[in-house]
């Protein structure tokens, strides 16, 4: 994460599970997943999800950017503690 990032998420998220909309190539969400935190991304790119994952399998995470609409809350997300608006989300 930027530092800034970094310094909004300590101060605004104690944890539970984060939401990262607008998920891209992964780098919010394999930053978050290095730091132990329970977080989910979705993307409506195929080729982005693809990416992210390999990413995140990479560094030995699970896959977890997800299919999502282009212009709506993923389908089946009905709880999360915080939510990071991806850069493509705005």
């Avoid at 539970?16 to 977080?39: F, K, M, N, Q, Y």
């Avoid at 977890?64 to 212009?71: D, E």
């Amino acid at each position: 994460l930027w530092d800034w990032e970094r310094d909004l998420l300590d101060r605004h998220f104690s944890g539970g599970r984060i939401i990262v909309t607008g998920a891209g190539g992964g780098r919010e969400v394999l930053a978050l997943a290095d730091l132990g935190c329970d977080s989910a991304g979705y993307e409506c790119n195929a080729a982005l999800r693809q990416f992210a994952n390999k990413l995140l399998a990479d560094h030995g995470h699970q896959a977890r950017v997800h299919a999502a609409p282009r212009n709506g809350w993923p389908p089946g997300v009905d709880r999360a503690d915080g939510i990071l608006v991806g850069w493509g989300s705005y």
